[in-house]
């Protein structure tokens, strides 16, 4: 693409770029994650300033260029998804999901598929979907994309699914309890979480009109997805340490309401 490009993109961050321009990067549906060069993008009066907000969709009209920076001119159809934006917790998942999703795939790789998951992935967090679930289901159907697929269809040994089921992180996939012996460091998931775990792993986000995980299950899976992600694909975005972060602050505040017992049992 050159000279005047038509596209569509969801911004997935902005940061300063000498005294009064901004570096945007946008993933494109045409043309993948592209880093755009605003000029004087932080001065009050930039013509494209609402537009260039994290998490907005637009259709853009611009110069997407095969090296170095592209350039935006116009945009319209503005889609601004605000719960995003205000909700310090929805916001932190949601630049969990971009991370992610800048760690998979270089710069310019055109990832069709992936661009209208995450900007329904948006539209559901917008629409107050538990962003634990939904960033779970991203991270899950991104391991292949890392070149680590899960083998969650049977037994990894022997192919079997019967009702007594682990998951091997030294297998990437599923244990039966014949198999259990095989690896001593297995997981010991209980079933609901193996559940979910399997169904997250394969399920079109498009396709999610409701979804209730109970939060015992949620901090299992979790547990699950960490591990995959630091031991197995080898990172660590500096947004899940923020969320890791919130969870410590959200406990410490509900332990610090609890009324507080003394000697002889009586709440201070």
Same mark, same amino acid.
């Given at each position: ?18 005294? #009064? ?15 755009? =060069? ?19 969709? #637009? ?32 916001? #932190? ?35 107050? =979907? ?15 994309? =890392? ?20 998951? %091997? ?86 332990? %610090? ?12």
């Amino acid at each position: 693409m050159s000279g005047n490009d038509t596209f569509t993109g969801i911004v997935m961050y902005r940061k300063n770029y000498r005294e #009064a321009d901004v570096l945007t990067k946008v993933l494109t549906r045409e043309a993948g994650k592209r880093m755009f =060069f605003l000029k004087n993008g932080k001065r009050p009066s930039y013509a494209l300033a609402s537009e260039t907000l994290p998490y907005t969709y #637009a259709t853009y009209e611009g110069r997407l260029n095969p090296t170095g920076l592209s350039f935006l001119n116009t945009a319209k159809q503005a889609t601004h998804f605000r719960l995003l934006n205000e909700d310090i917790e929805v916001n #932190a998942y949601a630049t969990y999901i971009l991370s992610l999703i800048d760690a998979a795939f270089e710069d310019r790789v055109i990832i069709t598929g992936w661009f209208d998951q995450i900007l329904a992935a948006f539209a559901k967090l917008n629409d107050h =979907f538990d962003p634990q679930v939904i960033s779970q289901i991203i991270a899950l159907k991104l391991l292949p994309d =890392f070149g680590v697929p899960l083998q969650l269809q049977g037994c990894v040994m022997c192919g079997e699914l019967t009702d007594e089921m682990d998951f %091997s992180d030294k297998y990437h996939g599923l244990l039966c309890s014949k198999h259990f012996n095989t690896d001593r460091h297995r997981l010991n998931m209980t079933p609901k979480a193996l559940y979910y775990l399997r169904l997250f792993s394969n399920i079109d986000i498009t396709q999610v009109n409701s979804i209730n995980v109970h939060q015992e299950t949620k901090v299992e899976l979790q547990r699950v997805i960490d591990l995959i992600y630091d031991n197995t694909v080898g990172i660590h975005v500096r947004a899940r340490s923020f969320i890791e972060q919130m969870d410590t602050w959200q406990q410490a505040l509900i332990a %610090s309401r609890k009324p507080k017992v003394g000697p002889n049992n009586e709440q201070q």
